[in-house]
């Protein structure tokens, strides 16, 4: 029998977008394993897969969109097969997601003490008193002053700020064991963001909830993850323990997107920037993905895809680099 | 609430320079009205809504009180004061048969209202139904109810109308099934494109994310903020029902004379505009009032409606 330690495990994923240009690999076969109570970031440019990937894994993924191969297992069950109906039993329960935009992911004709007890009863055997007992009780711990009051506001009225800690707040009333957090604070300026990002490291820690943190900002990554996974064009080019991936980063990739960090620290030195554009999914290079932005790409890497390489210490990269066999050569 | 604030910061002169983050945060929770609040004070600033509603309940009130406010019957004829002009004994003139037009427009006051109002609610709750699914539910069920609605909308409508009359025959029941088909389906077209918008909308997805079910989705998230397009398409599709009507009625297939209604009354006295103009032009007037009227009130109930206009 097999173990399963960890509480999510992508395998092979792969999801397409059937266009009428023609097949889109938007998420080309991604594996992710997100452990019991951690935070995993999954970093990567606009557009190469991290969003796609979270809605396959809630399967939300909308027409034309359709998961083609591969395995979503949540605590050993494959939720790629399910039908909507058993979906929606585990969606917003055991599985909750937080979005972007703050501002338009609540609706603006419901109070947002509705909303959020709306989410409890939806999911618990619960009186609609107790729901809104409850409802108070997690806007409290979420950080909302004066909860009795707001419960009544409509989300117009409130800043972004508190609007994501009603999402956060809604997204973690049913004690989920997965928030997937689809860039909770792009929306939002730094110091709501700094607060944001608290509360969420606060309620993982009391509640033992894991994490997806998807996002674009590696500040957010250094802050709050345990480990991270980089994606690429719809797979996964280098995956690591935060530490080590920010203070040892192998792919080019990555090596990349960390020097394009403005740094504050004076020196006036033009910023560094990936050249080339991310590839049009629809045509991407024969070898690897990467290839035509990369500085050390070799002959190989246009003839032929990596495959991802273990460089030890749960540390693996997808480039030819670390390929013993070719390096060897 | 913006005073508030603007007290707020000029009272913060150099002296206490910090506003903590709590009293930031609370300052922003503006008075929590309910909805009903919400419509009693738009409704109060905006003057022709007021104008509106108080028109529509004086018609209301003449048509539910009209046996008992008329001094007339509106069906016997008094040939000798014929196209009477407007005097005491007859405040708005008599017609062509004498018969008193006070009388018949409080009369015909109960059915344009009823034509009026009835299909135009039968069509709104079909259409909403059917756009909603279109919208939300996919490709098939899109394709099958849009073209229906394709089909009901391309056929002249007068036509179609005369078709369902002339093959189920002319009475009240069969008038509101024949206005209800013609007018569901421009309530289906605007319902599914609001739809396919607010279906890709966050909060839509949050939803779906929180495992709430299609249905739910459809009637709870999505048709709510469907209303202020609704309130609208309401108030016009109530003047053309009384319209439609007035035009059915003309050509034999609508209320029945000596009925009184007020397309009818139109129609009834066209013939006298030159000789009596005050009879065919009252009715054309009281329904070009009672349109108003409905439309001042759409847009006040839209505006109270929003609740990003909300203050």
């Known amino acids: 029998m097999e173990q399963h330690t960890d509480l999510l495990e992508i395998r092979g994923l792969k999801t397409h977008f059937f266009t009428k240009q023609g097949e889109v690999p938007a998420v080309d076969g991604v594996d992710i394993a997100i452990p019991q109570k951690s935070i995993v970031g999954l970093v990567g440019e606009s557009g190469c897969g991290k969003s796609v990937t979270a809605m396959s894994i809630m399967h939300l993924v909308q027409h034309p969109g359709r998961i083609v191969a591969g395995q979503v297992l949540f605590n050993g069950d494959d939720l790629a097969v399910k039908s909507i109906r058993e979906m929606n039993k585990i969606r917003g329960k055991d599985i909750s997601m937080i979005f972007q935009e703050p501002m338009t992911s609540l609706n603006p004709v419901y109070t947002i003490g509705r909303q959020v007890s709306e989410a409890i009863l939806l999911h618990q055997n619960v009186s609609k008193a107790e729901a809104k007992e409850r409802t108070i009780e997690i806007f409290r711990k979420v950080g909302i002053p004066e909860p009795e009051k707001r419960y009544s506001s409509y989300p117009h009225q409130l800043s972004g700020g508190l609007r994501q800690r009603v999402m956060i707040g809604m997204a973690m009333v049913c004690n989920p064991q997965l928030m997937i957090a689809d860039e909770p604070t792009t929306a939002l300026d730094v110091t709501i963001e700094a607060q944001i990002l608290h509360l969420m490291r606060q309620l993982q820690s009391e509640q033992g909830t894991s994490i997806l943190m998807i996002t674009h900002n590696l500040g957010v990554v250094a802050e709050l993850c345990d480990e991270v996974y980089v994606m690429y064009a719809g797979k996964v080019m280098e995956h690591a323990d935060v530490n080590e991936l920010f203070a040892h980063p192998q792919h080019p990739y990555t090596f990349g997107l960390l020097n394009s960090i403005p740094d504050t620290s004076g020196t006036k030195s033009r910023l560094y920037t990936i050249r080339g554009m991310v590839p049009n999914l629809l045509k991407l290079p024969k070898g690897c993905r990467f290839c035509p932005r990369c500085e050390k790409a070799m002959k190989i890497c246009t003839m032929q895809e990596p495959e991802l390489q273990d460089l030890g210490n749960g540390h693996q990269a997808r480039c030819f680099l670390f390929d013993k066999e070719v390096m060897g050569k | ?311």
């Not at chain 2, 609605?149 to 002319?170: E, H, K, Q, R, W």
């Not at chain 2, 396919?196 to 949050?206: I, P, W, Y």
Request: some cysteine.
């Open chain 2, 1 to 311: 609430m913006t005073e508030d604030k603007n007290k707020d910061f000029s009272q913060l002169k150099d002296t206490d320079p910090i506003i903590s983050y709590e009293q930031e945060e609370s300052a922003e929770l503006t008075e929590l009205n309910s909805t009903w609040d919400n419509i009693v004070n738009t409704f109060r600033h905006n003057h022709l809504a007021l104008i509106g509603v108080v028109i529509i309940i004086l018609i209301i009130l003449a048509a539910v009180l009209a046996p008992v406010i008329s001094a007339y019957d509106p069906y016997v004829q008094d040939l000798e004061n014929k196209l009477a002009k407007p005097s005491a004994a007859h405040l708005l003139g008599t017609d062509a048969f004498g018969r008193d037009m006070l009388t018949r427009l409080f009369y015909g006051a109960r059915n344009s209202l009823v034509i009026g109002l009835i299909p135009s609610i039968i069509a709104i709750v079909i259409g909403t139904v059917m756009g909603l699914m279109a919208g939300y539910l996919g490709k098939t069920a899109d394709f099958i109810i849009m073209r229906i609605a394709d089909i009901c909308l391309s056929f002249p409508s007068l036509l179609l109308a005369m078709v369902i009359m002339y093959t189920l025959g002319a009475s009240l029941l069969n008038l509101f099934i024949a206005l209800s088909i013609i007018n569901w389906g421009m309530t289906a077209r605007t319902v599914r494109a609001e739809t396919l918008q607010l279906r890709e909308k966050e909060f839509v997805e949050a939803a779906r994310s929180c495992g709430v079910k299609r249905s739910t989705i459809m009637f709870r998230h999505i048709l709510p903020n469907c209303i202020p397009s609704l309130i609208v398409i309401f108030t016009l599709d109530i003047p053309s029902a009384i319209m439609e009507e007035a035009s059915l009625s003309f050509l034999g297939v609508g209320a029945q004379p000596p009925e009184a209604s007020w397309g009818l009354m139109v129609s009834e006295n066209k013939d006298q505009l030159t000789r009596a103009p005050w009879v065919a032009l009252i009715p054309g007037f009281a329904i070009m009032l009672l349109v108003l009227a409905f439309n001042f009130v759409g847009d006040g109930m839209r505006d109270a409606l929003d609740p990003t206009l909300k203050e």
